[in-house]
């Protein structure tokens, strides 16, 4: 796993400041899966995973803060 980026996303639930983490496969280097996690919930916000039965995009509708 890798930290790329920070990055700006907008999601159904808010728009968030969050680090972009990259996960790849160790013997091809291809990209595993994609996830934006947000300090600000402590959490991830989106999850886009290669499946060998397509693409899974997976985002955070609603959060509430304690």
Do not use: D, H
Not at 22 to 47: D, F, H, M, P
Request: hydrophobic content about 40%; glycine content about 4%; overall charge positive.
């Amino acid at each position: 796993m890798t930290v790329e980026a920070e990055e700006i996303i907008t999601v159904p639930a808010e728009t968030f400041k969050t680090l972009k983490l990259i996960y790849r496969n160790k013997k091809t280097g291809s990209i595993r899966y994609e996830a934006w996690y947000s300090i600000q919930v402590k959490q991830l916000v989106k999850l886009r995973e290669n499946l060998e039965t397509g693409l899974r995009v997976r985002e955070l509708i609603a959060f509430k803060l304690r």
